[in-house]
């Protein structure tokens, strides 16, 4: 018995050095945000880039937020800016079913993968794919009653411009909900990332250096925020997840018609 608890007792203690020397090795998540490539468009880091996007934790992912964006749509407009190999604007299209997703994304090798992906979907007639840098959108004002974009925001060179683009192409009291991955994330997943890129390559996109650089160059939340601003967002709602943020222009109320007098007893 005591025997068995020692073994127990030095598997826990070499455990515990083990994950410290672990954390000393990652290090911690950058401070400094840097700049990180627009695009991704070797076709062989495109169809890495989509498999990743087709694993189960990045589909739960999508799926919450295709049901947290979409919720209420009848015959809406939407639009997906960064969409990539368009699998967001598929499952768009599959929650609500009545609406017209359009997906943009400034690579064109990923632009062409997106509609290799919708070719065989059942939801093809509602979705489409064209591509289009973030900051320049080929829309008219108002077009759309939603505009989402997702693990986009920290690939564009000016952020501000895009998200001015995003509020211009959306009606005056739509919606507008940025995901995307956050800098200032938990040690913990940083050190999980960083294990991942080290030794699961399909999973790490090494050759463009990821997770690693995409993390340094996202915002925080706050940072996302004053961007936003900057941008002319109004009910700018920021929020922030153990490793992602959320940036949302919320739908404004609907306006209610003023209510009667109320008449008066007669004496």
């Not at 203690?13 to 672990?22: H, I, S, T, Y």
């Not at 739960?60 to 960064?82: M, T």
């Not at 997106?114 to 070719?119: K, L, R």
């Amino acid at each position: 018995m005591l025997r068995r608890i020692a073994a127990v007792g030095l598997l826990a203690v070499g455990a515990v050095m083990f994950l410290r020397r672990l954390r000393q090795w990652a290090g911690e998540p950058p401070v400094q945000r840097t700049s990180h490539k627009e695009a991704i468009e070797p076709p062989e880091l495109v169809a890495r880039y989509s498999r990743f996007m087709g694993l189960p934790p990045m589909r739960l992912i999508r799926a919450y937020l295709a049901r947290y964006v979409a919720a209420g749509a009848v015959q809406w407009r939407i639009l997906d800016v960064g969409c990539g190999p368009g699998w967001f604007p598929l499952e768009l299209a599959e929650v609500a079913p009545n609406a017209h997703v359009t997906g943009v994304d400034l690579s064109h090798p990923m632009t062409v993968t997106a509609v290799a992906h919708a070719a065989n979907h059942r939801s093809v007639e509602r979705v489409h794919f064209a591509q289009a840098r973030g900051e320049v959108l080929p829309f008219a004002d108002g077009t759309f009653d939603l505009v989402v974009s997702t693990l986009a925001l920290h690939h564009l060179q000016d952020p501000v411009a895009a998200l001015e683009e995003l509020r211009r192409v959306v009606r005056p009291s739509g919606r507008i909900v940025v995901f995307d991955t956050r800098r200032n994330l938990h040690p913990w997943l940083w050190t999980a990332l960083k294990v991942s890129q080290a030794f699961v390559d399909g999973l790490a996109l090494c050759e463009n250096g990821e997770p690693a650089a995409s993390i340094g160059a996202s915002y925080t939340a706050s940072e996302a925020q004053r961007l936003a601003l900057q941008a002319g967002w109004e009910r700018v709602q920021a929020r922030a997840g153990i490793g992602w943020i959320v940036l949302e222009r919320r739908a404004a109320p609907t306006a209610s018609l003023p209510l009667p007098p109320v008449p008066r007893p007669r004496r």
